[in-house]
């Protein structure tokens, strides 16, 4: 069982950057793949970005690529998503996810998720 718990949301002005930050309860953490989803209102849950269970490998969607760059610590059990350039489209609650292997865009695929944190980008 994954325990995850995001921070770091909030407003910020288009141009701007935010950070969050995803903390994973339990010693298994290196096991899972991350990732990084989000949600605005009346829209389905889409792919942001995924990073395997090294870190080494990571996706993004084309809609953040170029602007946003997946990191974990394993040592820490945390996952972050550092966004630059934001732009009001980026408005959302964003959503952290585990799955016990699997690391990639499938939304289906993971197995746990946070509460999310709300994003606003303001124009």
């Known amino acids: 069982q994954v325990q995850l718990v995001e921070s770091g949301g909030g407003l910020v002005q288009a141009g701007g950057s935010l950070r969050l930050s995803c903390a994973a309860s339990?010693?298994?953490?290196?096991?899972?793949?991350m990732a990084w989803f989000r949600q605005g209102p009346g829209k389905e849950r889409e792919f942001v970005a995924a990073?395997?269970?090294?870190?080494?490998?990571?996706w993004y969607a084309d809609s953040v690529k170029g602007r946003v760059t997946i990191s974990r610590d394993n040592a820490r059990n945390t996952v972050y998503l550092q966004m630059n350039s934001l732009i009001p489209e980026d408005t959302a609650v964003y959503y952290c996810a585990a799955s016990l292997g699997y690391s990639g865009s499938s939304l289906v695929r993971y197995d746990y998720w946070g509460q999310g944190t709300q994003v606003t980008v303001s124009s």
């Open positions: 990073i395997g269970l090294s870190g080494i490998t990571r």
């Open positions: 339990g010693r298994t953490f290196s096991t899972y793949g």
